[in-house]
């Protein structure tokens, strides 16, 4: 009989501590204060929903973030686990910079005059499919600086292409820069992200682990799609836009802003 009590108290000690180690690095909705206090930076958080499955019938998913940074104020930067749409970072070819950027207006639900091109996202964009007014009023309009982008990805000290990053701005949601890319992540596979299987049906360019080729147009099947994402950087070229492959690496060289087959990691920051 002792035995058996040895044993169930240890079982209870292990479940214990799985609880706990669970608690810590995955939290599944926004929670009181001092919940929200235990939140580190790796940890996992749920917080809006979108389409992600490609199936319309059983609703939106929630939303998967990755804590990235915390300040002093308790607030999180995160940024999607997942990359959960394909978009051009300007619906048309032609010189831009964030500031005027078609796939700003979109992450934010911003009218005509906010980009180059005048198109009007105010009925169609993430900020309003993603996330209920009362997860809007927790999200912080916050500076987004207008980092130069590197010629070199490990020694940015040397020099950066002359490439302008036009004006900082102030956003709800935004894309991570080239810089924030490398200090933000560990390693390239870090920074290696999936694609949800909406995103791939949207057309990003996906590399399949399992099959070991590239595939597009919602044909990947396996749950590991590493998709190519937008950085809000300048390319070399002020008609090209930063991105991380989907091996993780940067390319700061970048590639055409009207390029519709690489996918968006939005981030925000967020009192949580």
Request: charged share 20%; hydrophobic share 35%.
């Amino acid at each position: 009989m002792k035995k058996y009590l040895t044993i169930a108290l240890a079982m209870i000690a292990v479940v214990s501590t799985l609880n706990t180690i669970y608690s810590k690095v995955h939290h599944n909705s926004p929670a009181d204060s001092s919940a929200a206090a235990t939140i580190a930076v790796g940890d996992i958080i749920t917080f809006g929903h979108c389409e992600q499955d490609n199936d319309t019938t059983n609703g939106k998913e929630p939303i998967e973030w990755r804590v990235l940074d915390k300040n002093d104020e308790g607030q999180l930067l995160v940024i999607s686990e997942k990359v959960l749409d394909a978009k051009p970072y300007n619906t048309t070819e032609m010189l831009i910079t964030w500031e005027e950027s078609a796939i700003r207006s979109w992450l934010n639900g911003y009218d005509a005059s906010y980009n180059k091109e005048g198109t009007n996202f105010t009925n169609d964009n993430f900020i309003d499919t993603a996330f209920t007014a009362e997860e809007k009023a927790k999200i912080v309009a916050s500076n987004v600086p207008a980092h130069p982008t590197p010629r070199y990805i490990f020694r940015p000290d040397i020099s950066t292409f002359d490439t302008s990053p036009g004006n900082a701005t102030t956003d709800k949601i935004f894309l991570l820069s080239v810089t924030e890319a490398n200090s933000y992540f560990s390693s390239m596979d870090d920074r290696m992200a999936d694609a949800t299987r909406y995103a791939v049906k949207q057309g990003v360019y996906v590399y399949s682990l399992t099959s070991d080729e590239y595939t597009s147009n919602g044909t990947c099947t396996d749950i590991h799609c590493n998709a190519r994402w937008w950085l809000r950087s300048p390319g070399r070229y002020q008609n090209y836009a930063a991105l991380v492959y989907d091996f993780g690496g940067i390319e700061n060289y970048g590639d055409g802003v009207n390029y519709t087959s690489l996918g968006v990691r939005p981030a925000l920051w967020v009192n949580y």
